[in-house]
């Protein structure tokens, strides 16, 4: 009987070893594409027979010639010159989500913040810094609410106010590629723009993505690679913003490259990193500016409030020592 037994299960045992091994060969390869959109680095690993580096490229100009106040041609340029235009969907897509964060946070979130931006960098490069009256001239045409959207065109009330959407632009890049990547079917994917990603499925090990969050210490030269924690995520979208790498000593005082649109200064609370898990990487791009903006406890209010957000936070005390809040959304993901 056993004799019997063992005959039957022997062939039905090697029908599955075969089978497992044709599935795995017809498993897709993962592929790695790479190169430079928005003045900063993409990174995008997949799984798929084809190669889709040309398609994603594609995508990635379609999201520049809107958002790109560098591109001469884009819809963001041809509004910053008061050039009558019609909006295209992606900004119109990105100019209501900023003005919805914009209300959220108070205002902290801002995309008309460019021209403090523009003066508190020119002051970084020539050691002279805007001083009370110039920010309080260029506070005038600084504000989201003096800009609307009417039959699809930007209406101001004052001709000098510009748009600069690089705090949400490359977030909503790699949304558009992670759509792509959707539309094409692909299951597994990690999409990285200048830090901000969107992980899906699983990594070539078969096991959720990993993803650092570098420690933040100040680091202009951006040498340090130093992990504060590692995350092990899949199906979510991610964004990090910071000041350790983007700051300026003047007269023994630090200034942060983040400016408040609300007051016209750079951001001198004790935030150092800001991490945001959203549904989408522009939300959580734009959120993670504006927790930079609003310091510890109004980026906890607001996550209290929402939750679809979770969030990571460096920050210093009051003593100088490095500490972390993290949401409890935020306890599935953490590695160690």
Wanted: charged content about 20%; hydrophobic content about 40%.
């Amino acid at each position: 009987m056993a004799n019997k037994q063992l005959k039957w299960q022997l062939p039905f045992l090697l029908f599955l070893i075969i089978g497992t091994i044709l599935i795995l060969r017809k498993q897709a390869p993962y592929q790695t594409n790479q190169g430079l959109i928005f003045g900063t680095t993409y990174k995008i690993t997949y799984q798929s027979d084809d190669n889709l580096k040309d398609e994603i490229e594609t995508e990635l100009q379609k999201v520049d010639y809107s958002l790109s106040p560098f591109n001469k041609k884009s819809t963001i340029t041809a509004i910053n010159n008061n050039t009558s235009m019609k909006a295209d969907t992606m900004f119109t897509q990105v100019f209501n989500l900023s003005k919805q964060i914009s209300d959220e946070t108070g205002g902290a979130f801002d995309i008309t913040v460019a021209p403090l931006v523009n003066a508190w960098g020119f002051g970084f490069k020539n050691s002279v810094l805007p001083d009370s009256a110039q920010v309080d001239s260029l506070l005038q045409f600084i504000g989201i609410n003096k800009i609307n959207l009417v039959n699809g065109e930007i209406v101001k009330t004052d001709s000098r106010i510009t748009l600069d959407c690089s705090a949400v632009a490359k977030g909503f890049g790699v949304d558009c590629v992670a759509r792509l990547l959707d539309r094409k079917g692909v299951k597994n994917y990690m999409i990285e723009i200048g830090g901000e990603l969107v992980m899906k499925g699983q990594n070539a090990s078969m096991q959720p993505w990993h993803i650092g969050i570098n420690k933040p210490i100040d680091d202009s030269l951006a040498v340090n690679q130093e992990l504060q924690t590692v995350l092990e995520i899949s199906n979510a979208s991610m964004a990090t913003s910071g000041n350790y790498r983007n700051y300026y000593y003047k007269d023994g005082k630090k200034f942060a490259h983040t400016i408040d649109p609300r007051t016209g200064y750079p951001v001198q609370h004790n935030i150092l990193s800001a991490t945001v898990i959203a549904d989408n990487c522009a939300t959580a791009d734009a959120y993670a500016t504006a927790f930079m903006v609003l310091g510890l406890d109004s980026a906890r209010a607001i996550c209290n409030s929402h939750d679809e957000l979770d969030a990571y936070l460096i920050y210093s005390d009051e003593n100088g020592k490095m500490q972390i809040f993290y949401t409890d959304g935020m306890k599935k993901y953490l590695k160690h």
